[in-house]
């Protein structure tokens, strides 16, 4: 759930450059997380590395995550839209 609000809220900061109410960019970034298969991408990279990290420490396991968010952020696509 954190990885998602994360993606969603690095989403909704690009989005707000030059845009209006913070509430209808976050509403439209949460229906693009979803809708672009991003948050099953999320979910299918998280729960593979629960399950092939399941006895590895703390830190191993916060940097794969680190990795999955910066590898689904939803900006990429903005950068991508304007090409």
Do not use: P, W
């Not at 109410?21 to 439209?28: G, K, R, Y």
């Not at 991408?41 to 191993?60: A, G, I, K, M, R």
Request: aromatic share 10%.
């Amino acid at each position: 759930m954190i990885k998602g609000c994360l993606i969603v809220y690095e989403y909704s900061y690009f989005c707000l450059y030059g845009r209006g109410n913070s509430q209808d960019v976050i509403a439209l970034s949460v229906m693009q997380y979803e809708e672009s298969g991003t948050q099953a991408n999320v979910f299918q990279d998280l729960q593979q590395v629960l399950q092939e990290h399941e006895h590895s420490d703390y830190v191993t396991v916060q940097q794969l995550i680190l990795d999955i968010i910066l590898r689904n952020r939803m900006c990429k696509l903005l950068v991508l839209n304007y090409i």
